[in-house]
């Protein structure tokens, strides 16, 4: 079971993601299967709470959404801070995801969808 | 003898330090970020690009992105004076991690001879939007936030 905190803002799921979940072995099926279970289309993830964000964070953000994707579940990634966003880009090339500033910029693009 | 060559190397190292110190406090003062509307930034580039001015661009660039939820940066490069791999670089870094923080990165003031260089470097811009002029960014920039330029009867 995920111990980040999920909850449900205008009929899109937000997942307070955190490390502990990101770092278990079986975190692909751990998301994937949780998030189902919730039977709605939008995802947010929020990284806010997420102090470093690290390439490896990436990738597995990276195989969550692709995998969510194929479930027919869109996904959106936000809360990077600045510093993070700063960096990443010197370890990573690219993000395979859609990207946006708050919770509430990912509700917007959702809605505007 | 050789403590007091240590002693020297110590304090060339940290003038060294100093000097790097104030050129990264002198190019903060450089690089004004102007608010143009709401949502929008406008960075006007002059002089030469390197990888500290750079990093403190898009830091600064960042920064701004959180506090103020900007949607639109517009990077205006007419003022750089030498375009080289490098610049081009750090100008798709800069566009990148823009956009991560959900935001849109336009760059403006691609001359002929910019784009011909940037061509031949062999440099892949297709992740940044550019255009020729900085009037034509700030329409794209007005269109992306909802706003339309009109001439006034």
Same mark, same amino acid.
Request: proline fraction near 2%; glycine fraction near 4%; include cysteine.
């Given at each position: 079971?995920?111990?980040?905190?999920?909850? *449900?803002?205008?009929?899109?799921?937000?997942? +307070?993601?955190?490390?502990?979940?990101?770092?278990?072995?079986?975190?692909?099926?751990?998301?994937?299967?949780?998030?189902?279970?919730?039977?709605?289309?939008?995802?947010?993830?929020?990284?806010? +709470?997420?102090?470093?964000? *690290?390439?490896?964070?990436?990738?597995?953000?990276?195989?969550? *959404?692709?995998?969510?994707?194929?479930?027919?579940?869109?996904?959106?990634?936000?809360?990077?801070?600045?510093?993070?966003?700063?960096?990443?880009?010197?370890?990573?090339?690219?993000?395979?995801?859609? *990207?946006?500033?708050?919770?509430?910029?990912?509700?917007?693009?959702?809605?505007?969808? | 003898?050789?403590? &007091?060559?240590?002693?020297?190397?110590?304090?060339?190292?940290?003038? $060294?330090?100093?000097?790097?110190? =104030?050129?990264?406090?002198?190019? $903060?003062?450089?690089?004004?970020?102007?608010?143009?509307?709401?949502?929008?930034?406008?960075?006007? %580039?002059?002089?030469?690009?390197?990888?500290?001015?750079?990093?403190?661009?898009?830091?600064?660039?960042?920064? =701004?992105?959180?506090?103020?939820?900007?949607?639109?940066?517009?990077?205006?490069?007419?003022?750089?004076?030498?375009?080289?791999?490098?610049?081009? !670089?750090? %100008?798709?870094?800069?566009?990148? !991690?823009?956009?991560?923080?959900?935001?849109?990165?336009?760059?403006?003031?691609?001359?002929?001879?910019?784009? &011909? =260089?940037?061509?031949?470097?062999?440099?892949?811009?297709?992740?940044?939007?550019?255009?020729?002029?900085?009037?034509?960014?700030?329409?794209?920039?007005? =269109?992306?936030?909802?706003?339309?330029?009109?001439?006034?009867?």
């Amino acid at each position: 079971m995920l111990q980040s905190n999920v909850s *449900t803002i205008d009929g899109c799921i937000i997942v +307070d993601v955190k490390h502990i979940d990101l770092e278990k072995e079986n975190y692909l099926s751990l998301f994937i299967e949780d998030i189902i279970k919730l039977n709605k289309s939008k995802i947010i993830f929020n990284l806010e +709470d997420l102090e470093i964000v *690290t390439s490896d964070d990436i990738q597995r953000i990276e195989k969550i *959404t692709k995998g969510l994707h194929l479930s027919g579940i869109s996904s959106i990634v936000c809360g990077f801070s600045p510093y993070c966003a700063a960096m990443i880009f010197s370890f990573i090339d690219n993000v395979s995801f859609e *990207t946006s500033l708050n919770i509430k910029g990912a509700i917007d693009a959702f809605s505007t969808k | 003898m050789s403590l &007091t060559t240590d002693e020297q190397k110590i304090t060339s190292q940290e003038n $060294r330090i100093t000097d790097l110190e =104030n050129e990264l406090e002198g190019s $903060r003062f450089e690089i004004p970020l102007l608010k143009i509307a709401e949502g929008v930034l406008m960075v006007p %580039l002059m002089g030469t690009m390197d990888s500290v001015k750079s990093q403190k661009v898009m830091e600064d660039i960042l920064i =701004n992105i959180k506090l103020n939820e900007t949607k639109v940066v517009v990077i205006d490069i007419a003022g750089i004076t030498v375009i080289d791999s490098s610049v081009a !670089a750090h %100008l798709i870094k800069i566009a990148k !991690a823009t956009n991560l923080m959900g935001c849109k990165s336009i760059v403006s003031g691609i001359s002929p001879i910019i784009a &011909t =260089n940037i061509v031949n470097l062999g440099v892949d811009v297709s992740d940044i939007e550019t255009t020729n002029t900085l009037k034509d960014s700030m329409v794209k920039a007005y =269109n992306y936030i909802g706003y339309e330029l009109v001439k006034k009867n």
